[in-house]
């Protein structure tokens, strides 16, 4: 009989450890929220990927460098005048690129090259003007009458050398699972911007595949993507009843989407008065094989693209009814992200629970 009350006062104390201890643990949880809270507001906010840039300057001025004041746009004068091209460093179907030089500080001078395409060239122009946001890169200046267009200089180049420069010593550490998510979430960014921007519906037409893609956007010094060319991007006027074509060629492989194929077989030749348009959801059907290039093959990369799955199954619906908007394919993957985030900070929370 007297043995008992021993045997419960000596259980009592294994029970109020174990209440702090979940307590703890719990509090724990709720502390590493608040920080996977701040550590991703720092990659949207604070560095520069906010909706809002507060650096960026009124319509029609850009500041370069370090300095702190906005310029207006170079006239067709000052540029003549004030900058002096150093070297070609790229060629296209439209212009010609050269890495050039303004007041010290290293730009990009962009000539058309062929008078058949100034069409297109304008129309690049006129995008850049409008679109001008984090997401595309600086205008600094243009001249219409000689057809060229001034931009600001990214040394790291398009995205087509973005594994070339991962394998660098310089940037090895970059060459992780969650930079590249990173830079996923970049692109899908962009291309939800397009989707709403400030001219409606926009569609990345010089998308036919992979390598095609990865040359339309810049890879910047500290790690983030830029939309660089714009010459090909229709505009989506459901309202209205406009769709799109990119271009009037036969579009063939499995990059581009259903829809942009040439639906009536091989035995009717291609006529592309009865091609059918399109939506930007073509941009949707191509996320997945952007992605995957984004993700490559580091360590932690495969578990990502587990998490992705679903997301990207969806993207690749055959009817493009049925695929998610830019929005939400964005949203999961910030929300993959954090959750890979939470588990790399915590791996055993979820056994301890």
Known sequence: MEKKPHFVRREFPPREVSSVS???????????????????NKFYISS???ETDPGLC??????????????????????NREVRKLKCVGE???????????????????????????????????????????????LLGYCVQQFTILTEY??????????????????KGMNTWHRRLMLAIDYVSIIRYLHSSPLGTLVMCDSND??????????????????????????????????VKCGHRELRGEFVAPEQRWPYGEEVPFEDDLMPPYDEKTDIWKIPDVSNF????????DIVRLHLFDIHAACKKKDPAERPSAQEVLDTYRKVLTLLIREAAMP????ML
């Open 58 to 79: 009124p319509f029609g001025y850009f500041k370069l460098g370090a300095v702190k004041n906005c310029s207006p746009w170079l006239s067709c004068e000052a540029i």
């Open 210 to 243: 992979l390598d095609k893609v990865l040359s339309q956007y810049l890879l910047t010094s500290d790690f983030h993507i830029l939309v660089n060319d714009l010459d090909a991007l229709p505009l989506v006027n459901r309202s209205a009843g406009r769709l």
């Open 92 to 138: 296209g179907a439209v212009k010609k690129v050269f890495l050039s030089e303004w007041k010290e500080n290293k730009v990009v001078l962009s000539q058309l090259t062929n008078s058949e395409l100034k069409e297109d060239f304008l129309h690049g122009l006129k995008m850049l003007k409008a679109l001008q946001s984090k997401h595309v890169v600086r």
């Open 154 to 171: 990214h040394p790291l180049g398009s995205l087509r050398g973005l594994n070339e420069t991962l394998h660098i010593p310089k940037y």
């Open 48 to 50: 520069g990927r906010a």
């Open 294 to 301: 984004f993700l490559g093959h580091v360590e932690g990369s």
């Open 22 to 40: 979940l307590a703890l643990l719990f509090a724990a949880i709720l502390l590493l929220n608040a920080l996977l809270y701040l550590y991703v």
């Open 348 to 351: 055993g929370t979820r056994e």
